[in-house]
């Protein structure tokens, strides 16, 4: 088992930046990349960006200059660096997992930006 706690969310306004964390714990060696996803009110969770164990980048997000996925194998953590914040950005941010038969997830961390 792995358990997935995020933090760094809360409120900021347009503009600026906030820094996500994912700390990993458990058998963090039966998983290899992770990501994180975003839930906005009323929509579908959707995927944000992935890195690999070896550090292998990729985003899935229109404007992915905006944000910036990394990773600390030594720390077990990963991160999500989203900067010229939007309040379109307003979401649950989950980190995950994947692993078989089924993923981790963590249970989540609210971001909300202020116009």
């Known amino acids: 088992q792995v358990q997935l706690v995020e933090s760094g969310g809360g409120l900021v306004q347009a503009g600026g930046s906030l820094r996500l964390s994912c700390a990993a714990s458990g058998d963090v060696f039966s998983i290899n990349g992770m990501g994180w996803y975003r839930q906005a009110p009323g929509s579908q969770r959707v995927l944000v960006a992935t890195v690999t164990s070896g550090g292998v980048k990729k985003y899935f997000h229109s404007e992915k200059g905006r944000f910036t996925i990394s990773r600390d194998n030594a720390k077990n953590t990963v991160y999500l660096q989203i900067d010229n914040m939007k309040p379109e950005d307003t979401a649950v941010y989950y980190c995950?997992?994947?692993?078989?038969?089924?993923?981790?997830w963590g249970q989540g961390t609210q971001v909300t930006v202020s116009s």
């Open positions: 995950n997992a994947p692993h078989w038969p089924q993923d981790y």
